[in-house]
């Protein structure tokens, strides 16, 4: 199915990511997104704002190191999880 997703040029998101297994599978499979309760659980949308903002400043943080150096940027999950 991701193959497929991908040939239309379009990206695939996963729905359901309950575990690690889950989640390395999914890398595995060349996934670009996901969303579960490995992610987080619902949440009120004060705290969904502030999970957000977090992670858009992180992502901006990672974009701007990439583009400082000679990496080619892969898929990657979002995982919504501070590493």
Same mark, same amino acid.
């Given at each position: 199915m991701i193959d497929l997703i991908h040939s239309l040029g $379009? %990206?695939? =998101? +996963? %729905?359901g990511i309950e575990s690690e297994e889950d989640l390395a599978f999914l890398h595995g499979c060349s996934c670009d997104l996901g969303q579960g309760y490995l992610v987080s &659980?619902? $949440?009120? +949308? %004060? +705290?969904?704002? %502030? $999970? $957000?903002? &977090?992670? @858009?400043? !992180?992502?901006? =943080? !990672? @974009?701007? /190191? &990439? +583009? !400082? !150096? /000679?990496i080619t940027p892969s898929a990657t999950l979002v995982t919504g999880r501070d590493t």
């Amino acid at each position: 199915m991701i193959d497929l997703i991908h040939s239309l040029g $379009l %990206e695939a =998101t +996963a %729905e359901g990511i309950e575990s690690e297994e889950d989640l390395a599978f999914l890398h595995g499979c060349s996934c670009d997104l996901g969303q579960g309760y490995l992610v987080s &659980r619902p $949440l009120p +949308a %004060e +705290a969904c704002a %502030e $999970l $957000l903002g &977090r992670k @858009v400043q !992180s992502y901006a =943080t !990672s @974009v701007a /190191d &990439r +583009a !400082s !150096s /000679d990496i080619t940027p892969s898929a990657t999950l979002v995982t919504g999880r501070d590493t």
